[in-house]
């Protein structure tokens, strides 16, 4: 008999729904013999049945299992994901902060350099300065001594005709 448990129930309520009813006692008569075997079915049945559900349960278990040791992967995957980004995140900042104080530094450098390009030039423009405030004097020395020469030479080209 290889009937399944919720067939063999509805043969049983069949046979209680086609029983006759006893007036007045609210029973009702079967055949002994079909419940009986309805019942030996049930009883072989259920054994199964119950092996099935547990199996089903066991199965679903360790599907529940599977899915939470799935999600646990996948959740233990986004975390290191989320940890790499944020240290990739970390190095693009370190990055930025190092290229921002290489500029910074260059910057100042530059100013620097700059600054002492500047001051080189004043003292080489003070040192030309001087030198040619030297030479001024010395070119002014120069033509007052031309000039006094040239005086005395007239002067004396004077004394000369004057005395003829």
Known sequence: MENN??????????VLDRGTKVPLTGKIMV????????????????PEEIR??????????RIIEEA????????ERAEKQAEYLLQENEIVAQSRAYAEDIVKK??????EVKIGALKYSDNLLHDVELKLEESLKALKAN?????????????NQNNVHHQD
């Open 31 to 46: 055949d002994e013999e079909v419940v009986l075997e309805i019942l030996d079915g049930i009883r072989v049945t259920l």
């Open 5 to 14: 448990l919720l067939d063999l129930i509805e043969q049983l309520e069949e």
């Open 68 to 75: 939470r040791l799935e999600g646990q992967k996948i959740i």
């Open 52 to 61: 099935r559900a547990n199996l089903i349960l066991a199965d679903r278990e």
């Open 143 to 155: 033509r007052e001594e031309l000039n006094a020469m040239a005086r005395w030479d007239e002067k």
């Open 106 to 111: 260059a910057h100042q450098y530059s100013r």
